[in-house]
């Protein structure tokens, strides 16, 4: 069974930054792509950011590019969103996903609970 726990979110002014973990509770990271999704009041949820295992390919979204960053640190179990510039859109709930492969996928079947992030001026 595959746990992910967010956490690092909170309450940031527009130009700011933070940093969000996504912890895992398995022993196998590394085999795991990881991705960022986020869901704003009213909308759907959407992809913000993707790593695979072994931390050498990302893919992000539009929004993100510039001015998100999402690295892992394997040897700890953990998956990093650093945030930067951040605008008051980026007002959401944010969502770690792991895939069960090692590449980038539409398929993500596990999910933690997801952490509030509220960008304000």
């Known amino acids: 069974q595959v746990q992910l726990v967010e956490s690092g979110g909170g309450l940031a002014l527009a130009g700011g930054s933070l940093r969000l973990s996504c912890a895992a509770s398995?022993?196998?990271?590394?085999?795991?792509?990881v991705a960022w999704f986020r869901q704003a009041p009213g909308k759907w949820r959407e992809f913000v950011a993707g790593i695979n295992w072994s931390g050498d390919q990302t893919s992000y979204s539009d929004f993100a590019k510039g001015r998100f960053t999402i690295s892992r640190d394997n040897a700890e179990s953990t998956t990093y969103l650093q945030m930067n510039s951040l605008k008051i859109e980026d007002t959401a709930i944010y969502f770690c996903?792991?895939?069960?492969?090692?590449?980038?996928?539409?398929?993500?079947?596990?999910w933690g609970q997801g952490t509030q992030v509220t960008v304000s001026s």
């Open positions: 996903a792991a895939g069960d492969t090692a590449a980038i996928t539409a398929s993500w079947p596990y």
């Open positions: 398995v022993h196998s990271f590394s085999t795991y792509a």
